[in-house]
């Protein structure tokens, strides 16, 4: 179904939770990701993201985007919005057409964006980015990785997007980077935020769900589509399940087409079946594993060194998101109750 190609790992932002981590290998060249994209559109791929690194800053990106657009994908593109001028904004309309574009936003104000990104003006600029991308009638949606830094931000970064005309996606869970290291994670957003954020009513439209719901997996069916709907491949050109699950399943380089390594790689088979083990087993038998909606086996495997384990941000969140649910409940009975009360002396 989907693709997420990571056409660089070369930025033009230095984030300090960034989960890049180049080995220093050659990227692949123009030709080399065209004969990719061509495998991809083969191998039937519908969504394609192209991402990075920063993809906008290869000198090919739209030689790339035309080609994409030829094969017939619908496009998403992930970016930092740092080079999106007017002129950028026309181009990438005209000639990749996306679907969408995702850009990250780490703060409503400079001092905190820019901050983390390590960039003087990246706020600003990305800014103006939304805006040309918005008068080109592109689709923006802002995702904001929520930290201790820009926890206080959260509903002014809301603001923030509604006045650009984009959506934005709040994501709560900052994740190791690739090559296992932890120290992103003491970014984590502080306890006694988390629990606010999945309780109280001003983070309703944030947290896009007004009562924190539990999971409902049907018999047999995974936690998500690792593996299963949607694959990754890095600027090598290696292949992984998922972005965030860095199991090597292949070169797409050195394939002549995707079916084979599709229905047979171990690698593969194996997380399809871990993906499906963990929602129908671990999650039932963890402390809040029913309201655990944001477990995902490539952090459990850098965080804890195995798929299928619970690691603490995830057990965090669900624990704050069962007793929100749990205070819902009450509040509930109590309303009824009341009714109930008034109904009956009505009645008398
Ligand atoms: S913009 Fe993205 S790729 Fe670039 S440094 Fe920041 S997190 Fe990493
Ligand atoms: S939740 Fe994690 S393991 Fe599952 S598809 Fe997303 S990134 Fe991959």
Redesign the pocket.
């Known amino acids: 179904m989907s693709a997420l190609f990571e056409l660089t790992f070369v930025c033009n932002h230095a984030c300090s939770f960034c989960y890049n981590c180049p080995s220093g290998q050659r990227e692949m060249t123009t030709a080399e990701i065209c004969d990719a994209l061509r495998k991809l559109a083969e191998f039937n791929v519908l969504y394609l993201t192209l991402s990075g690194g920063e993809p906008l800053v290869r000198k090919d990106f739209f030689e790339i985007g035309r080609a994409a657009r030829a094969l017939g994908f619908a496009i998403r593109i992930y970016t930092n919005g740092y080079l999106i001028d007017q002129a950028m904004a026309k181009k990438i309309k005209q000639i990749v057409n996306p679907l969408e574009m995702e850009i990250s936003v780490h703060g409503a104000h400079p001092q905190t964006h820019d901050k983390l990104t390590c960039v003087p003006g990246s706020l600003a600029r990305l800014i103006e980015g939304v805006r040309h991308l918005r008068a080109e009638g592109i689709k923006v949606n802002l995702k904001c990785p929520v930290t201790r830094n820009n926890q206080d931000e959260v509903l002014a970064i809301e603001r923030l997007a509604g006045e650009l005309g984009a959506h934005i996606q709040f994501d709560v869970v900052i994740t190791p980077r690739d090559n296992g290291d932890k120290d992103p994670l003491a970014l984590m957003a502080t306890d006694e935020f988390l629990e606010k954020y999945w309780n109280d009513d001003a983070y309703a439209t944030a947290r896009k769900e007004r009562v924190p719901q539990p999971r409902r997996d049907a018999p047999g069916e995974a936690v ?3 593996g299963r709907s949607g694959l990754a491949i890095d600027p090598y050109g290696n292949i992984y399940p ?4 860095r199991r090597k399943a292949g070169n797409i380089k050195e394939l002549n087409h995707l079916q084979e390594m599709w229905a047979t790689s171990p690698v593969l088979i194996e997380v399809r079946k871990t993906a499906v083990d963990v929602a129908q087993r671990v999650l039932k038998e963890s402390a809040a594993g029913d309201q655990c909606t944001s477990f ?4 459990a495997e850098l965080q804890v060194g195995d798929a299928t384990a619970m690691y603490p941000q995830a057990a965090k969140n669900a624990e704050f998101r069962k007793k929100a649910h749990a205070n819902w409940e009450v509040e509930q009975n109590e309303t009824a109750g009341d009714a109930g009360e008034v109904l009956g002396k009505r009645g008398a």
């Open positions: 998500c589509g690792t998922c972005v965030q699950l995902c086996m490539g952090v």
